[in-house]
């Protein structure tokens, strides 16, 4: 899935995450809206440098940056970086983000990811947001989280995870009212199950999974399958677009219909 448009002509992004997944796709699919440049942020300097060279390859203009979005250090270091590639920048994808493993029950060991899951997050989106203001706030942008179906759900097993999505909605609020006077809007999207490496890169055979996620039938939706990251990627691009020039401080769910609705088969 990808578009001819020209929302993003003349514009430059920071994507974290940008190594994989929707952050990945969203690079791609920004790029083919024409996009003038692109930093591509993350922990994993070869995934990242993958992307750099497709969209080098297509004549795009990009830059790797790497960064611990957990480690205030590290994110304070991407933004003086940023700087030295780009005076000016007009989107912030923040989709580098960890799941919470097997430890999300109270009465289980929850405090063991505890750290991990809400440094990258929560306060990892909202350090990078931070760190690249200073580049935005002279002529306005768009910022779009991640945060997940699960931020609006209660789930067994997922207490750490979900709570530091929800973490992320009510920020994306927050984040809004606060930027709202430097013409920044911020929002979120709240995704399904979606087939990324996310749910595929440990598994033993990572390329097998991946194929099974695809085309598997799924009961967590009513569309009865799982997203494709480049279907997640396409509502960022909108909410990052001047598309959505009069849309902040809100979620859009790109979920398959799950999020509010009975997802049993009737
Ligand atoms: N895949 C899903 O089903 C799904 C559903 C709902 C929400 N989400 C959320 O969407 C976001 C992106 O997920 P994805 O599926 O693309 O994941 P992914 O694992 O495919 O990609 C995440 C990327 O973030 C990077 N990253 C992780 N921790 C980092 C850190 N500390 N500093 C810098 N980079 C880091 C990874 O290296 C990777 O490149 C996450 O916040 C995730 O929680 C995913």
């Not at 995450?17 to 994989?20: C, E, L, Q, V, Y």
């Given at each position: 899935m990808s578009s001819n448009c020209s929302r993003y002509q003349g514009k430059t992004a920071l994507i974290t995450?940008?190594?994989?997944g929707f952050g990945r796709a969203t690079v791609h699919r920004l790029v083919d809206e024409g996009l003038e440049t692109v930093l591509i942020v993350d922990r994993d300097l070869e995934g990242a440098t993958v992307e750099y060279e497709k969209v080098k390859q297509r004549g795009g203009n990009a830059h790797v940056i790497v960064c611990d979005v957990s480690d205030p250090a590290s994110v304070a270091k991407m933004g003086d970086e940023a700087a030295t590639k780009t005076d000016r920048l007009d989107v912030l994808v923040n989709s580098a983000g960890i799941g919470g493993g097997g430890a999300g029950r109270l009465e289980g060991d929850?405090?063991?990811?505890w750290d991990d899951v809400m440094n990258i997050n929560l306060r990892g989106t909202l350090l990078a947001a931070k760190a690249v203001l200073p580049l935005m706030k002279e002529h306005g942008g768009a910022i779009v989280n991640i945060s997940s179906d699960g931020a609006f759900r209660g789930r067994p097993g997922a207490l750490v995870y979900d709570a530091s999505k929800a973490g992320v909605v009510q920020a994306t609020k927050s984040m809004a009212c606060d930027l709202v006077k430097y013409g920044i809007r911020v929002n979120n999207v709240a995704p399904g199950w979606a087939a990324t490496e996310f749910h595929?890169?440990?598994?033993?055979d990572s390329e097998a999974r991946k194929k099974e996620l695809l085309e598997m039938e799924s009961d967590?939706?009513?569309?009865?399958r799982l997203a494709r990251p480049e279907e997640i990627a396409a509502g960022i691009a909108y909410l990052a677009?001047?598309?959505?020039?009069?849309?902040?401080?809100t979620t859009l769910f790109i979920d398959g219909g799950r999020v509010g609705l009975d997802t049993r088969r009737t």
């Open positions: 995450g940008g190594a994989a929850f405090e063991s990811t595929f890169a440990k598994a033993p967590t939706c009513i569309m009865r677009s001047d598309d959505a020039s009069f849309v902040t401080g």
